[in-house]
């Protein structure tokens, strides 16, 4: 996660380069149900309304739950399909929250009501994260259901009038891209506390492509755009987060747009941003499916690492043994192309490794996602796209 408006407070506001705090252990992104009551276009665990086999009951999520506290992990991020589909989902987060664990809950927002609203508040949830993917039309359409708008900005409202920190989350692809400003203008409007904005742009494009794809354009736009809501909010005093996920070129460009409009903090945060240090799936960030299957991260579910019915998730989150995991822990990872040659390459850490394994079956091939210029990434020796 790219947290864009840490990094606008540091423009604004620069504090001393200390040491390197590295998380106890990492974030743990859980699928507890694969079951969903809608099939969006963009799920990534191809989820449906009806059961899945072979799910953890209560007694084995608590079980590993357990190994997950002694293993230091400090946030699970409760999800799915749609957790709230879980009969336990109440139980196990409040679990998690006398345990110590910050918990979040991931949800599409459509069954959050008055029916069990004092219940969510109740678990004390640190965060609450609700998809929205456009205005209302687009949003149906992205969700396959006539009127998930309604209902997800429905419990969002509720949640929030419940003083529960909620957030938007939106993916961006080229159906939804244009109606970026008017879900900015939402979040203002709602008073929402934070904005999630995920890349989708998974499938890359050429490298002669880059100066002109409409697609990798349309990416700079709406990173230029989120700079500058971030920067006007740290301006005004407001608390709102803006951060982004799933392509760590994000850094880079920070740094350029730094360079063009701050140019007297791009030195700092040049620094902030290598010891920040880009991707860190299979380091900081992990995934426990439906099932117990544990990933590098969410994007991994077609890589298994190991079981968690079978083996602690502490020992497979260890276990460098596996030829991805040995890889993805590595310091620095060794990635070739032009992540290899890229002058950036401690601000990104190579950008999103499953991308490359998806397109080229070689996980250490250059992030064909990112959306970048050889000029902008100081490569000398530009490489050619294929022909």
């Known amino acids: 996660m790219f947290r864009i408006s840490q990094f606008m407070q540091e423009v604004l506001d620069p504090k001393p380069l200390g040491p390197k705090r590295n998380p106890p252990g990492p974030v743990v992104i859980w699928n507890l149900i694969r079951r969903c009551n809608?099939?969006?276009?963009?799920?990534?665990?191809?989820?449906?309304d009806k059961d899945?086999?072979?799910?953890?009951?209560?007694q084995q999520v608590f079980g590993v739950m357990d190994d997950l506290k002694q293993f230091r992990v400090p946030v699970l991020i409760l999800s799915g399909g749609e957790p709230l589909m879980r009969p336990d989902i109440f139980e196990i987060a409040h679990r998690a929250k006398d345990m110590g664990f910050y918990t979040a809950l991931s949800t599409n927002g459509t069954l959050i009501n008055e029916s069990n609203i004092d219940e969510i508040a109740d678990v004390g949830f640190d965060y609450l994260g609700i998809s929205i993917d456009g205005i209302e039309a687009t949003h149906d359409k992205f969700r396959r259901k006539e009127g998930s708008y309604k209902a997800s900005m429905h419990g969002l409202r509720l949640c929030r009038d419940k003083n529960i920190k909620v957030g938007l989350r939106f993916t961006m692809t080229q159906d939804n891209a244009e109606e970026l400003p008017q879900l900015l203008d939402l979040m203002d409007q709602e008073r929402i506390d934070k904005f999630y904005f995920s890349h989708l742009n998974y499938a890359g494009r050429g490298n002669k492509n880059r100066k002109t794809d409409v697609f990798l354009q349309t990416t700079r736009w709406a990173m230029e755009l989120l700079f500058e809501r971030a920067l006007a909010d740290v301006k005004a005093g407001r608390h709102t987060e803006f951060v982004t996920g799933n392509n760590d070129a994000d850094g880079v460009f920070l740094l350029h747009w730094v360079e063009k409009h701050f140019p007297e903090q791009a030195e700092h945060i040049r620094a902030k941003l290598s010891q920040w240090g880009g991707n860190s799936s299979g380091v900081n960030i992990s995934n426990i499916d439906n099932q117990g299957n544990v990933h590098p991260d969410t994007m991994w579910w077609h890589y298994n690492l190991g079981n968690v019915k079978e083996r602690p998730f502490s020992e497979i989150w260890q276990d460098t043994s596996d030829p991805i995991m040995a890889g993805l822990k590595a310091s620095p990872r060794q990635v070739g192309g032009r992540c290899g040659e890229c002058a950036y390459f401690d601000i990104c850490g190579g950008n999103t490794r499953v991308r490359a394994l998806q397109l080229t079956n070689d996980a250490w091939a250059e992030d064909p996602a990112c959306y970048l210029s050889d000029e902008e990434i100081g490569l000398v020796h530009p490489i050619a796209a294929e022909q």
Do not use: D, M, V
């Open 38 to 48: 809608l099939t969006c276009k963009h799920c990534y665990a191809i989820s449906a």
């Open 52 to 58: 899945f086999p072979n799910e953890l009951n209560t």
